[in-house]
């Protein structure tokens, strides 16, 4: 029992860890500062987003996790997936609006307002005290 016990221990962190690499990246979108130049760090931290939340969609099986608000995050997670998509638009608008700071602005608040649909981060946020 005791082997199970450390696997599940480890699994459980192993979600903490990567939900907490989330809200990280998540508060430095909330305060950057949206200066010229600042549009390639606001897709710096949305790409690692998107990434993480990929990995828990894709390889955190719900079974594992001793939790059920798990298995309602990992919903979120998904349809975030599906709903929003920021690369392509970050890509087009570059070369031509990376030193126009209320293009930026608008940018990073649009990312932050997706992340914050359904009450997503502040599920992840709680999830993350409750493991």
């Avoid at 221990?9 to 990280?24: A, E, F, P, S, W």
């Avoid at 500062?33 to 987003?49: F, N, Y």
């Avoid at 993480?52 to 309602?72: A, E, G, L, R, T």
């Avoid at 649009?110 to 999830?127: F, G, P, R, S, T």
């Amino acid at each position: 029992m005791l082997f199970f016990d450390i696997i599940v221990v480890t699994y459980v962190q192993y979600l903490k860890n990567i939900l907490t690499h989330i809200v990280d990246s998540y508060h430095i979108l909330e305060t950057i500062e949206d200066k010229p130049g600042d549009l390639a760090k606001t897709e710096k931290q949305m790409l690692k987003i998107n990434g993480f939340i990929k990995v828990v969609s894709n390889k955190i099986d719900p079974d594992k996790i001793p939790s059920s608000d798990f298995k309602i995050i990992k919903l979120k997670f998904s349809e975030y997936l599906t709903d929003y998509s920021f690369e392509k638009e970050i890509e087009t608008m570059a070369p031509l609006y990376s030193n126009d700071v209320s293009r930026i602005k608008n940018m990073r608040i649009k990312i932050l307002e997706a992340l914050k649909n359904k009450h997503m981060m502040d599920d992840v946020k709680e999830l993350l005290n409750n493991l």
